[in-house]
């Protein structure tokens, strides 16, 4: 639906504005880890079946599927967590590294 398309633009959009611009804990980097997640799970949704019994359907292929991807195949909300995890999983990234935050004594180091 177009509100909906509309909507998750808006989020992403907003998303990026809340990453800091630092060297590599961006939104640039963010993007290329959904790229990746979403290449990964295209693998994982449509595997080769080396076995041409189960590709000819002499057992159920989605249940074989299912099993086989861990659910991620008939499970489209699944799917968009993993890539909306890829999104958000350096936003506020500071740009240092946790033995920085521990030297400088941040609270943040405290926290994790």
């Known amino acids: 639906k177009p509100e909906v398309t509309a909507q998750l633009h808006d989020l992403?959009?907003?998303?990026?504005?809340l990453y800091r611009d630092n060297f590599?804990?961006?939104f640039e980097h963010a993007s290329h880890v959904a790229m990746?997640?979403?290449k990964l799970t295209a693998r994982v949704v449509n595997p080769k079946i080396k076995d041409?019994?189960?590709?000819?359907?002499?057992?159920?292929?989605?249940e074989m599927l299912?099993?086989?991807t861990y659910g991620i195949t008939s499970d489209p909300l699944l799917q968009f967590a993993c890539v909306f995890s890829a999104i958000i999983h350096d936003l506020d990234h500071p740009g240092v590294s946790n033995a920085t935050l521990i030297q400088e004594n941040s609270?943040?180091?405290?926290?994790?």
């Open 24 to 26: 590599f804990h961006n």
């Open 66 to 68: 299912h099993g086989f």
């Open 107 to 112: 609270k943040l180091a405290d926290v994790y």
């Open 36 to 38: 990746a997640v979403m």
């Open 52 to 62: 041409q019994s189960i590709a000819k359907n002499t057992v159920n292929s989605h």
């Open 12 to 17: 992403i959009n907003t998303i990026a504005l």
